[in-house]
Nanobody, 112 residues
Framework: QVQLVESGGGLVQPGGSLRLSCAASGSIFSINKMGWYRQAPGKQRELVATITSSLSTNYADSVKGRFTISRSNAKNTVYLQMNSLKPEDTAVYYC??????WGQGTQVTVSS
C-alpha cells in the first residue's frame, strides 16, 4: 500500500516562501505522475501543479511564475516551492500520486 506524507506547511506573511514536501512509500513512485492540489475553505479542490515521470510540468495559471514543482525519484519525494505567496494561496495542500492516492494534507496560511 503506497502512502503519501506531506510536510512543510505553516503560517507565512504575504510575499514570503514555503517549501512543501511529499514523501511516498513504495516502489511505484518513479513511474507515476505526481501532483499538488489545494482546497480553501468553502471551495472545491483545485489543481496547483503536476510533474510526470519524464519531468514535464503543468501549473495552474494562478501560480505560474511563483510556484515550482520538482521531484526526486531517488528519495521518492515531490516538492512544491512556493514564492511570493499571497493571502489567496491559503488552503490545505494535498499531494497525489496519479490522482489516485492522496496524502492527508498540510495547511498553508498566508497572512500578516
Amino acid at each position: 500500500q503506497v502512502q503519501l506524507v506531506e510536510s512543510g506547511g505553516g503560517l507565512v506573511q504575504p510575499g514570503g516562501s514555503l517549501r512543501l514536501s511529499c514523501a511516498a512509500s513504495g516502489s511505484i513512485f518513479s513511474i507515476n505522475k505526481m501532483g499538488w492540489y489545494r482546497q480553501a475553505p468553502g471551495k472545491q479542490r483545485e489543481l496547483v501543479a503536476t510533474i510526470t515521470s519524464s519531468l514535464s510540468t503543468n501549473y495552474a495559471d494562478s501560480v505560474k511564475g511563483r510556484f515550482t514543482i520538482s521531484r526526486s525519484n531517488a528519495k521518492n519525494t515531490v516538492y512544491l516551492q512556493m514564492n511570493s505567496l499571497k493571502p489567496e494561496d491559503t488552503a490545505v495542500y494535498y499531494c497525489t500520486l496519479a490522482d489516485t492516492i492522496w496524502g492527508q494534507g498540510t495547511q498553508v496560511t498566508v497572512s500578516s
